[in-house]
C-alpha cells in the first residue's frame, strides 16, 4: 500500500428531491448562475422546469447543448459568457460529457488565452468558479472528482486534466432524474463504472481495502444494471447504480494504488476518432485487455477477480479460473446489450497504429498493471476488431 | 436505501512520515498550538520529539494525561487554557480518546459554562477550534468523523456527541506510529472496528453499496487484526488495520441506511460503570447481541454475513449457516486474545437494571435493527456474563 492524500469536499446530496437544497447551497457562491446542460433530455423530462422554478431567485445564464464528447471550442463559449455576464457559479444539469466541460469551463474563466492550452497545461491551473452538479447519468463519477476529458476535433485528441480546483462544491444525486436513461446509455454507463474499478482494481500495487471495496461496487453494478435495464424506474437499482458510480471515481478506490490506467487511454484514442460511446468502447476493450495480460504474473489477481467479483468458485488451475472470470466479464456486456467487436461500431484498423501512439504517448501505459507497448496496444485493438 | 447527506472534508495523509507535511498544512490555522495526548506513549516512541522539532515555528501548549475515556474536567481545562493563552488550533496525537477530548476541547473553547452542559445540548454548538490529528492507535475513526464520547464519572454517564463543527482538517495516518500499540489495544482495536461495521450493516434498511464496502473492511479487519498481532511492526497489517478504522466511520458504511445503533449504547454503559475497554467490551457483547436478535425476520442478514464476511459455504438450513458466522465471530475475538465475558473483567449482574434503562434513554434503542427493550438489555447482559 502506498502512501496517499485523500481529500475529496464535494458535499452530496442523495435521494429523491435533494435538488430541493440547491437555493440554500448555492446562495453562498453568488446570484449568477450558469446552468450547462447537453442535448436537452432535461427539457424533455421535466428537470429543466423543475430547476428553472426552484432557482427563480437567481440570475440563470444558460449554455445548453452540450456535446456527447464536450469540445474545446464549447468550453471557450462558456468562458467567454463569463467575461461578458460576470457569472458566480455554474450548475451543471446533465451526466459527466456536462460536468467536464463545465468543470473546463469553471477553469478556463481564469485562463488568459484559449482552453486547450490550459488543459495541456493543466498543472498551471489555479482557479476556478464554484461548480454544482445535478446528476442525471450514472457513468462517469465526475460529480464527486477533479479530473475532466476534453476533445478537440481539429487535432483528433481527447485529454484528460486534474485539477482539485475543479472538484464540484455540490452534487445532488437523484436515482429519478436517471429513469428516462436509455437502456443503452444505462448499459455503456454501467460499463464506464466497472471499468473505472477494473483501471483501480488491476494495479501494480496490491492494497486490500481499496480492493475489498472494489470488488463489492463491482457487484454492485453487476447485480443492478440488468434490474434497471429491465425496469428503468425501478428506484434502488437506479440507486445503487448512481452510488456506485460515484464512489468508483472519488478517488478511494485508488488510495495506497499506483493509478496508472490502462484501456482509458485506448478507449479515448478510439472515441477521439470514431463515433463511439465511451462506456461502449470500454467494453469492447476490457475483455480483450484482460486476456492479453493474463500471465503467471497477473493470473493470482485475476483469479482473485473471479471469485470474488464473479462468485466462481476456486479451481485446481489457475488459468481456467482467470479465464472464467473474464469470459464472465466478457459474457456480462453481452447480456447488458453492449456489442463486443469495434466493427460493430464500424471501426477498421486503419488508424491502429496510429492511436496505438498516442495512447502511449498520453498515457502512462508503460507505468501501467502490465506495461503496454504500442506493438501491444495494436495487438489488443487488433483482438477487439 | 435511505436519502442521505455526505460530506467528509477531512485532508488526509496516509503513509510513512506524513508527518512532515504538518507545518504547512497548519500555518493557516495560526501559530499557536495545543498539543493533546494520552498517557505518554508518544514520549516513549519518540513521536512527541519528533513532533516538537517538526513544529518548531510554533508555540506549542501542552495538555497530556487525556485518559482513556476521556472525562469533562478534562475537557473543561483545556477550554481554560484556550481562555488564557488564546490558541489558533488543537493537534491531538494520540487514539480515539485523544482525538474525542480535543474535538470536545475545541467546541468548548466557544461554549459559555461547563463543557457536561454542552454535550447534553450539542445542537447548540455553533463553533469550534481547528484540529488536526496524528493517529496512533487503529480504532475508533474519530479521525474522519464529527462525533466524541465524553464521561462524567461524578454521574456514571458516557455521552456520545455529534458536531460538524468538529470534524479534524487535517488527519496525518501513518501506520508505523501503531508499532507500539500493545496486544490488548490492537485486539480491543480491532474489535472497535468491527463493531462499527457490525452496527452499520444490521440495519433496517438494506444498502448493497454500503454493504458491500462493510463486508470488505471486516475481512481486512479478519485478515490483519491476527498478523499485526503476530508481527506488531507489520507495515501492510498495520496499514490495512489504520484506513479500515477510518473507512469504518468516516460515513460512507452507514449511506443510505438507518444508522441506530445496538451494541455500542449498550457497551458505553459498561464502560462508564465498569474500568473495562471499549472496544474488549464490544468484542463480549456483539456475538451475545447476535443471538439474541437472530429470528426469521434477521436470518436472511446473518446468513450474507455467514458467507460474504466469514467465506462460509451456502448451506441448505439458514439457521445453521446464520448461526456459523456467529461463531465465526465469537471465535476471531477468542483468537486476537480478548475475553468473552464479563466475568472476565470483574463484571457482575449488580448494575444490568440501570445500566439496561440509561441504554435504552441515552441510545436509539427502540429504532435499532431488532428494537431492544430494557428487558432485552438485561437478556443480552446475562448472556455475556
Redesign the interface.
Known sequence: ??????????????????EAALPDRLKSYGKKILLTYGGGSIKRNGLYDKLRVLLSDFEIFELGGIEPKPRVETVNRGAALYKREGIDMILAVGGGSTVDCSKAIAAATYWEGDAWDMVVHMDRITRALPIAVVLTLAATGSETDAAAVISNPNTHEKLLFFSPCVLPGVAVLNPENTYTVSPFQTASGSADIMSHVIENYFDREQ???P???N???L??VI??APIALEKPSDY?AR??LM??AS?ALNG?GS??KNFAWSCHYIEHELSAMYDITHGAGLAVLTPKWMRFILSEYTVDKFCDYAVNVWGCERSEDKFTLANRGIDATEAFFKRIGLPSTLSAFGIDDVHFSMMAEKACRIGRLQDAYVPLSEDDVVKILYMSL
Chains 1, 2 share one sequence.
Open positions: 500500500m502506498k502512501s496517499f492524500e485523500y481529500h475529496m469536499t464535494t458535499d452530496i446530496l442523495f435521494g429523491m428531491g435533494q492494497a486490500f481495502v480492493d475489498a471495496i470488488e463489492g461496487l457487484r454492485a447485480r443492478y434502488e440507486a445503487q452510488w456506485a464512489m478511494l488510495t495506497g
